[in-house]
């Protein structure tokens, strides 16, 4: 037999594309001949392929071999289509029947000596391939329990060609073949920083549990040692555990960036992304000049995107922030296609209140220094942060007061908080206070009282709070309501959203 057929999968931004794989020989000059878009890594699998049969003295004719994937139009990247390449090969040559290859996909990178090496984002291309109707799917050993999460397909972990060709072999005589078994995943007892360790900050404290209830964006401005980033740290920890449909979301981009721990389980918590302030556009946003890869936004979806030193972000890459805080979402525009990657994250933006870092009279910055510092960010990022705190330096009283809540009773109050707005959205297809549209909470069932909304109708005459701001006061002033366990928020509620939003106080602390 010269044509044979099988599938596999291939990544586009965070989401997995099946492919088909089809090997045809003919006479002529041997040569192998690849079709259908393949990059630099997925056109060198023949020569990786070709050294792996002669490693395990399986015959492979020196023929004319055309190797098409198709969809031809889309672009085939890295080298996660070996294994698939492989499989087709095998059945043309009948090393393996190809009845049976062509109904099972094929996941993994070829070594020289025939092994079958892990590639990142095995999570997605199965998810992938169980959408088209794939019910078993051939993985590395070492991506086996990744896949395995997966519901309805059976996965088979294959750690050399020699095991995939014993594999076919024992299903064409109806029986099943010995094939290895992933080694026991590790037990790791993960305990997250605890609220505890923060000394003082009561306000910044009490902030940080309303951008938790709601899912609120958060700014913190205080002097070095204050406490941001230990604040920041804590969030994930009050945080619900993921639903389990984010869960596989989250662990499918932690997939395809090569993190996913140890043992390939899905990610239950939130996780939390503190990328270097040197980072670049693509680091932080997403992109690549070849393969188009998630960047830090997508690693913290449905979890906390963390920034510290905030102003020392490139001004670009903070501006781009502003179109996935709005619509959770980043996409990446190429000349033939549009990558869209999933990025619902939290944001938390710590900075000093200047330069030197050093607040009230003992600050040696010049005015117009000061200014041009925390101008770096710019008005329209600040405008979609709803939640602005100023901290203080630790004092001495601070430290005698002895610690704060611990993370348990702040996260059983965050909880409770987002249970009852999770029964008050029922039917939208948003959970979280934050999520509103400000339309809907402006107008209709959820609009508040001419005098509990005094507050924000008297800054919005005056110019110093823009109709988004306006919006992000009245969700904000709904997650005190839900902290407090009231109805529906009220003059106090109003008041405290709008001071909570004052980021000149907090320039000023």
């Known amino acids: 037999m010269s044509l044979a057929r099988t599938c596999g999968t291939t990544l586009a931004g965070v989401e997995g594309q099946v492919v088909t794989v089809e090997a045809h020989g003919t006479d002529g000059l041997p040569t192998f001949v690849m079709s259908g878009r393949p990059d630099s890594a997925c056109r060198q699998a023949p020569d990786r392929i070709r050294a792996a049969f002669r490693s395990l003295r399986l015959e492979l004719p020196l023929r ?23 499989a087709a090969l095998l059945a043309a040559q009948e090393h393996v029947p190809a009845g049976l290859v062509d109904r099972v996909a094929h996941l993994g990178e070829i070594g020289l000596d025939g092994t079958v090496r892990p590639v990142p984002g095995v999570l997605p291309m199965v998810v992938a391939a169980a959408a088209r109707g794939v ?15 997966v519901s309805g397909v059976r996965v088979r972990a294959v750690g050399t060609l020699q095991d995939v060709v014993r594999h076919y072999a024992a299903r064409a005589a ?18 997250p920083p605890d609220l505890v360790d923060v000394a003082g900050q009561a306000h910044a404290r009490a902030a940080l549990e309303v951008a938790a209830a709601g899912g609120h964006h958060l700014l913190m401005v205080g002097p070095p040692g204050a406490g941001k980033t230990l604040l920041a740290e804590r969030l994930p920890g009050i945080l619900p555990p993921l639903t389990p449909q984010d869960a596989l979301d989250v662990s499918a981009i932690h997939s395809v960036l090569g993190v996913l721990p140890a043992g390939g389980g899905l990610l239950t918590r939130p996780p939390f992304v503190a990328p270097h302030h040197h980072a670049s556009m693509a680091a932080v946003v997403g992109g690549g000049s070849g393969t188009v890869r998630p960047g830090a936004v997508s690693r913290a979806h449905r979890g ?3 920034l510290d030193e905030a102003p020392e ?5 903070l501006d781009a922030l502003r179109q996935p805080l709005e619509s959770g979402e980043v996409v990446v525009a190429r000349a033939d296609r549009h990558v869209r990657m999933p990025a619902r994250f939290q ?6 209140p200047c330069p030197c870092g050093a607040a009230g009279g003992r600050c040696t910055c010049a005015p117009a220094r000061r200014a041009g510092y925390f101008s770096r960010l710019s008005g329209p990022l600040l405008d979609r942060v709803d939640v602005k705190v100023a901290l203080g330096a630790v004092t001495r009283a601070d430290l005698a007061r002895g610690p704060g809540e611990p993370t348990t009773d702040v996260a059983a109050r965050v909880s409770g908080a987002r249970e009852r707005q999770r029964e008050r959205w029922t039917g939208h297809p948003f959970s979280l206070n934050a999520q509103a549209p400000g339309a809907l909470l402006r107008d209709g069932r959820w609009r508040l009282p001419a005098g509990d909304r005094r507050p924000l109708d008297r800054a919005l ?8 701001g306006f919006d992000r006061c009245l969700r904000v002033a709904w997650t005190l309501a839900d902290l407090a366990g009231l109805e529906r928020p009220g003059y106090a509620q109003v008041h405290h959203a709008l001071h909570l939003r004052d980021v000149q106080g907090a320039r000023a602390a």
């Open 64 to 86: 004319r071999w055309t190797i098409n994937l198709s969809p031809a139009g889309v672009p085939k990247v890295g080298s996660g289509l070996d294994l698939a390449i492989a």
């Open 135 to 149: 019910t078993e799917v051939l993985v590395p050993v070492e991506n086996a329990r990744e896949a395995g999460l």
């Open 174 to 191: 109806g029986e099943v073949a010995e094939l290895p078994v992933p080694a026991p995943a590790p037990v790791e007892v993960h305990r």
């Open 304 to 306: 906390v995107l963390f």
């Open 313 to 317: 972000f490139r001004r670009d890459v």
């Open 347 to 352: 944001l938390v933006l710590a900075c000093n």
């Open 461 to 468: 005459d005056l110019g110093t709070l823009t109709l988004r």
